[in-house]
């Protein structure tokens, strides 16, 4: 087994050529590196250096060992920069896991936002359900994700971003635009366009039914947001969507927002990761970042004043 300490005092020495300049370099006594040196060629059982007269050579071993040994602290001193351009946020990677929706509509102002901050962080964005996420996150899949609220395992630590209102849209051309105000019950002769059982936004309506015992006759599942609001805004039924998913298109007059006398209803958008786990500088940075943005009054602000700066509105 060789012994790097040892190993570096004998770098040292062949490198500079005397045990007193190797001492210099190394921040230690001339006799500290004598010790290493000859301890480590006893324990090789072979010479790496030979005294002749006033000057130190290197054996055709210590040649040998030399050659290895500059590769290896070459390396150690490229470890050594790699770790302190982490500390400081010159370079890393950042993985974070999100659902679909959010990936969609919310993470590219937040991704863009902090890259702007750390232009030489890689980001790598996982899209997925909020449960699979969180099984993500307990596979160490990725150290942090942004998902829709849900019920965690004890393992998980929540951190709250914002709160996300949740609208039901329908054609401008629809009846339901006409009203004032409509009722959960009025929606069940109407064809409900809507994700599937995995998506934060219908769990939550889903449950606003079931208190009320009302169930909706008639449903259809889609994959793709874009397709729903498509399909509604055809007049082919309605939908719960959350307000950051129809903003362009409720402004634009393409999709009608309806009030309910139910409403308004909500879902939480949390930050989420394993507890205990110790977070690289990176994604450490990165939670700072959205403590500093993510809240009930100021996330969606944040997000308008984004929106608006990189389109110079």
């Known amino acids: 087994m060789i012994n790097l300490n040892q190993l570096r005092a004998f770098y040292s020495v062949a490198k500079e050529g005397t045990f007193s300049k190797a001492a210099g370099d190394l921040f230690v006594t001339e006799p500290a590196v004598f010790f290493q040196v000859h301890s480590f060629e006893r324990s090789l059982g072979l010479k790496l250096l030979d005294k002749v007269g006033k000057n130190l050579t290197v054996t055709e071993t210590g040649r040998l060992l030399y050659e290895y040994a500059d590769k290896i602290f070459r390396l150690v001193d490229e470890a050594e920069n790699a770790i302190n351009a982490v500390k400081d946020l010159r370079s890393g990677v950042l993985r974070v896991g999100t659902t679909n929706a959010l990936a969609q509509y919310l993470m590219p102002i937040i991704i863009s936002a902090f890259r702007d901050r750390h232009p030489t962080i890689q980001v790598h964005l996982d899209q997925a359900s909020s449960g699979e996420l969180v099984r993500g996150v307990l596979a160490r899949d990725y150290e942090v994700a942004i998902v829709a609220g849900v019920a965690y395992p004890d393992a998980i630590e929540s951190i709250p971003l914002s709160r996300e209102e949740i609208l039901l849209v329908a054609s401008p051309h629809s009846k339901l635009a006409l009203k004032a105000a409509s009722s959960l019950k009025e929606l069940t002769g109407i064809p409900m366009i809507s994700?599937?059982?995995?998506?934060?936004?219908?769990?939550?309506?889903?449950?606003?039914?079931?208190?009320?015992?009302?169930?909706?006759?008639?449903?259809?599942?889609?994959?793709?947001?874009?397709?729903?609001?498509?399909?509604?805004?055809?007049?082919?039924g309605v939908s719960f969507l959350a307000r950051i998913c129809v903003r362009k298109e409720v402004e634009r007059g393409e999709l009608a927002v309806i009030a309910l006398k139910e409403g308004p209803f909500f879902f939480d958008i949390d930050v989420i990761h394993l507890k205990g786990r110790t977070l690289s500088p990176t994604t450490s940075r990165f939670l700072h970042f959205l403590q500093l943005i993510g809240n009930a009054e100021n996330l969606g602000q944040f997000v308008e004043e984004m929106r608006e700066k990189r389109t110079g509105l």
């Not at 889903?206 to 805004?233: C, M, Y």
């Open 195 to 236: 994700r599937d059982m995995r998506s934060a936004t219908r769990q939550a309506i889903w449950k606003e039914f079931e208190k009320r015992n009302i169930k909706p006759s008639a449903v259809i599942e889609a994959g793709n947001t874009e397709f729903i609001k498509d399909l509604v805004a055809n007049d082919k």
